[in-house]
């Protein structure tokens, strides 16, 4: 089945370093992908996605290209800030065909994020 | 932008009770809302499909009769825990789409702490 597979956290940071989160998928059919992020006690936001091969979604200076070769879409962002502390997930929409219905949102375990001044 | 408005963000309650949380869309109408359920520092888990107007769909492993999901209107969905037990505390998230977002559009809401004791 369809599943997510995110590297292990926690991923601890000094303000200002670059940030490189990997996540590979496992999917049939046409899967979109997402990045959420989740601060603590809150529900998720959605930080960016993508929908075909080689589309880079980026939002708030983070960035991440959907690579249907190695199956991944691993999220950077080039210089983080104390507010960038959280829990991203990496998350697949499993698309039942080019027109599907709704689909469900495949999440990956988490990664949490701490970044110190 | 799409909203999600959960409530209760908090609820503590005694074992053998039950707990209703309830799932708006403020500004769209959803015709699918997904719950989830979260343990501490662990992913998120789907546990139903609500659908508008017919019975929801439950992951396998999820007891039906314990929680009860209704979807009466195109912007209203419940999740009630039944007879809860202290193992029931989770954070429970649910989330929408709406019909005119891309595929994977999700809006998610805040979440509910939700404690027995």
């Known amino acids: 089945g369809n599943s997510v597979t995110q590297m292990e956290g926690p991923v601890t940071l000094s303000e200002e370093a670059f940030l490189t989160i990997n996540c590979t998928y496992t999917a049939t059919g046409y899967p979109s992908l997402f990045w959420y992020v989740q601060y603590p006690g809150e529900g998720l936001q959605l930080l960016l996605k993508?929908?075909?091969?080689?589309d880079k979604g980026s939002n708030k200076g983070f960035e991440a290209t959907y690579r249907k070769e190695t199956t991944s879409f691993h999220l950077e962002k080039g210089s983080v800030q104390v507010s960038d502390s959280a829990v991203y997930f990496c998350?697949?929409?499993?698309?039942?065909?080019?027109?599907?219905?709704?689909?469900?949102?495949?999440f990956g375990a988490g990664t949490r994020l701490a970044v110190h001044p | 932008g799409a909203v999600v408005s959960q409530h209760p963000s908090r609820v503590i309650c005694k074992s053998g009770t039950s707990v209703k949380i309830e799932c708006r869309s403020l500004d769209f109408q959803a015709t699918t809302m997904f719950w989830y359920r979260q343990f501490p520092k662990q992913s998120l888990m789907l546990m139903a499909t609500?659908?508008?107007?017919?019975?929801?769909?439950?992951e396998q492993g999820v007891e039906k009769d314990k929680f009860l999901i209704n979807h009466a209107s195109l912007t209203l969905s419940t999740l009630t825990v039944t007879s809860a037990h202290p193992e029931d505390s989770s954070f429970y998230i649910c989330?929408?789409?709406?019909?005119?977002?891309?595929?994977?559009?999700?809006?998610f809401g805040s979440g509910t702490r939700l404690t027995v004791v």
């Open positions: 989330s929408a789409r709406p019909a005119t977002s891309p595929i994977g559009g999700y809006t």
């Open positions: 993508a929908t075909k091969a080689d």
């Open positions: 609500s659908n508008e107007g017919s019975k929801a769909t439950y």
């Open positions: 998350a697949l929409s499993d698309r039942q065909g080019v027109s599907g219905g709704y689909n469900k949102l495949i």
